[in-house]
């Protein structure tokens, strides 16, 4: 942010508190712009009165003309009996683990730093499908899900101030006999694509080439038989 312009603070996702339980933006380590409390109302501490606004609709602030000074640190954080403070979330990891071409199932499993879930579909030759229930798991601060839209298993880890985002894309060749799948690992700040060689397109070719040489051949053959019927 530049000096004199203004500077937007957001949570990611929309905050729920409890009763006896506020919510704050803190400034490095123990300065506090403002808070909100359950019943949505907002104050603004010291200097910050006169210089910032506070959204309690979605706990977003703005701090107008920003000065060298205002450099720092901003963390959302939420209080009750004590303080938990809300980092941004670690980044994901979505690989797969295990599959089999027999049967078309494959697992996959989505890594933080201090968590896993793994997860098996199973495809056919039109789609794929979850196996078993419950793919996430939550804590008081954050969550971990994994969850299949349409050709691509997503794993998501968010919390009230930031999110992260892992998939792999799903891709079927004659699943009727094989089960290809290739990786694609994606997230908020980074973007991976690996691509795979399909052999359905290698076959295709393989039967044009072979048609091609059958009709060039039966042509040569039509005329060599017309000229001898002229002589």
Not at 31 to 49: A, R, T
Not at 82 to 107: A, F, G, M, Y
Not at 220 to 228: A, E, L, R, Y
Request: charge should be neutral; aromatic fraction near 10%; glycine fraction near 4%.
């Amino acid at each position: 942010v530049l000096h004199g312009k203004d500077l937007h603070l957001d949570v990611e996702k929309p905050v729920k508190l409890e009763k006896k339980t506020d919510f704050f933006w803190k400034f490095n380590t123990s300065n506090y712009v403002g808070k909100i409390s359950y019943n949505k109302e907002s104050v603004l501490f010291g200097s910050y009165e006169v210089r910032a606004d506070f959204f309690g609709q979605n706990y977003s602030l703005v701090l107008k003309n920003v000065k060298h000074s205002d450099s720092g640190d901003y963390t959302a954080v939420v209080t009750g009996g004590k303080e938990q403070r809300v980092d941004p979330v670690s980044p994901v990891n979505l690989t797969l683990t295990s599959s089999s071409s027999d049967s078309c199932n494959l697992t996959v499993t989505c890594t933080i730093v201090d968590l896993n879930i793994s997860r098996t579909f199973r495809c056919d030759a039109h789609n794929c499908s979850l196996l078993e229930e419950n793919p996430s798991t939550t804590d008081m601060l954050s969550s971990l899900i994994v969850y299949l839209q349409q050709d691509t298993v997503f794993c998501n880890h968010s919390n009230e101030v930031s999110w992260k985002n892992s998939m792999m894309v799903i891709v079927q060749c004659l699943c009727n006999q094989f089960c290809f799948s290739f990786t694609g690992h994606i997230d908020a700040n980074n973007t991976t694509v690996t691509v795979c060689v399909v052999v359905a397109a290698i076959i295709i070719i393989l039967v044009i080439g072979y048609i091609h040489h059958r009709t060039k051949h039966k042509s040569k053959s039509k005329q060599v038989f017309i000229k001898i019927l002229q002589k």
